[in-house]
C-alpha cells in the first residue's frame, strides 16, 4: 500500500552536513500517517531519530535535538531528514519509516514502536562519519 525509498546517504567527515531524502508511492497520503526517520547501527537496536504529523508537528531523539531536522513537502511525497554538525556516532543506516494512528495528533502523543507491525520501511540509506 505505501513504498518508501530513501536515499542521499554517504560519507563524509566529522561536523559534516547531509540531506538524505524519502519519496512516498502507492496509497495518498493521509492525515492520520506519522513520517519518520529511524536508525540502526551494527550491534545496536533500531531506534527512533525524528518524526513530523500531517500539521507540521515534530519530535526528536535527544541525542540529535539541534542538528537534524525533518521536513516534508505538503502531501509528504518526499519526506527530508538534515543532518548537520555529523559526529562518528551518528554512523548507522537510516530508514524513512510510516506509520498509520488514529489522528494526526496520535502522532505527537504516542509512542512508535521500531518493532510495530504496522510500520511501513525503507530498505534504508547509509550515513558514514569519520573523525
Known amino acids: 500500500q505505501v513504498q518508501l525509498v530513501e536515499s542521499g546517504g554517504g560519507s563524509v567527515q566529522a561536523g559534516g552536513t547531509l540531506r538524505l531524502s524519502c519519496a512516498r508511492s502507492?496509497?495518498?497520503?493521509?492525515?492520520?500517517?506519522?513520517m519518520g526517520w529511524f536508525r540502526q547501527a551494527p550491534g545496536k537496536e533500531r531506534e527512533e531519530v525524528a518524526r513530523?504529523?500531517?500539521?507540521?508537528?515534530?519530535k526528536y531523539a535527544d541525542s540529535v535535538k539541534g542538528r537534524f531536522t525533518i521536513s516534508g513537502d505538503i502531501a509528504m511525497r518526499i519526506l527530508y531528514l538534515q543532518l548537520t554538525s555529523l559526529t562518528p556516532e551518528d554512523t548507522a543506516m537510516y530508514y524513512c519509516?510510516?506509520?498509520?494512528?488514529?489522528?494526526?495528533?496520535?502522532?505527537?502523543?504516542?509512542?512508535?514502536?521500531?518493532?510495530?507491525?504496522?510500520?511501513?520501511w525503507g530498505r534504508g540509506t547509509q550515513v558514514t562519519v569519520s573523525s
Open positions: 502507492g496509497s495518498a497520503y493521509s492525515r492520520r500517517y506519522c
Open positions: 513530523i504529523n500531517s500539521v507540521g508537528t515534530t
Open positions: 519509516a510510516s506509520s498509520p494512528r488514529s489522528s494526526a495528533y496520535a502522532c505527537d502523543l504516542e509512542s512508535w514502536s521500531a518493532t510495530a507491525s504496522s510500520n511501513y
